[in-house]
């Protein structure tokens, strides 16, 4: 059975860094594209980041374009985002997803991060 | 950017009745390669979110069939042909056609 667990989430400081990290098993990591999507508290889904398989292509939303960088160890099969400059409005909880015929078909229970003074 | 638009926003329904979400797309999904990367998902109150639908009506592994998904083009439904407890919830779709970015619907939320 697939599973996805997330971690590295945190209280940080505007301005501040933190990587998550999602450490995936039960299939095989290095053939899937992968994806970050994030939900603020009490808000709708929105997609942060995909990674291709080999880690070779990425894609950023233009709010975290410059500040996050998605990254993949496939010998390791975990997925990293690296948040950097981080704003009040990055506070969400922060979802891993596989993607399998489209973004989603599995997903981790999240880590949440907030960014207060 | 995509924009997705569902309708109606919140949706009180009563079990065993049936139920319809629409989502209507700014511009055609379906990509040069045919395939149409519409997906519906599911959350559950403190939940991850769960895929049901992929390319419109694919359903995936495990989405009980009084779920379907229809549409084509720009206009999509996602229908419930007797609401069960275990409905309630958060529907959002979400298009894969265009990205990125990969963008989502405002959600629909599903009461009994």
């Known amino acids: 059975e697939a599973q996805l667990v997330e971690s590295g989430g945190d209280l940080v400081q505007p301005g501040g860094s933190l990587r998550l990290s999602c450490a995936v098993s039960?299939?095989?990591?290095?053939?899937?594209?992968m994806h970050w999507v994030r939900q603020a508290p009490g808000e709708g889904l929105m997609w942060v980041s995909r990674?291709?398989?080999?880690?070779?292509?990425?894609d950023y939303a233009d709010s975290v374009k410059g500040r996050f960088t998605i990254s993949r160890d496939n010998a390791k099969n975990t997925l990293y985002l690296q948040m950097n400059s981080l704003r009040a409005e990055d506070t969400a909880l922060y979802y891993c997803?596989?993607?399998?015929?489209?973004?989603?078909?599995?997903w981790g229970q999240g880590t949440l991060v907030t960014v207060s003074s | 950017d995509v924009v997705l638009t569902q309708s109606p926003l919140s949706l009180p329904v009563t079990l065993g009745q049936p139920a319809s979400i629409s989502c209507r797309s700014s511009?055609?999904?379906?990509?040069?390669?045919?395939?149409?990367?519409f997906s519906w998902f599911h959350q559950r109150p403190g939940q991850s979110p769960r895929r049901l639908f992929y390319?419109?009506?694919n359903r995936d592994s495990g989405v009980p069939d009084r779920f379907s998904g229809s549409g084509s083009g720009t206009d999509f439904t996602l229908k419930i042909s007797r609401v069960e407890a275990e409905d309630v919830g958060v529907y959002y779709c979400?298009?894969?056609?265009?990205?990125?970015?990969?963008?989502f619907g405002q959600g629909t939320k599903l009461e009994i």
């Open positions: 997803a596989r993607d399998h015929g489209s973004l989603g078909d599995c």
């Open positions: 039960g299939f095989t990591f290095s053939i899937h594209p």
């Open positions: 990674i291709g398989p080999d880690g070779g292509d990425t």
């Open positions: 511009q055609s999904l379906v990509h040069s390669d045919g395939i149409t990367y």
């Open positions: 390319w419109v009506s």
């Open positions: 979400m298009q894969g056609t265009h990205w990125p970015p990969y963008t």
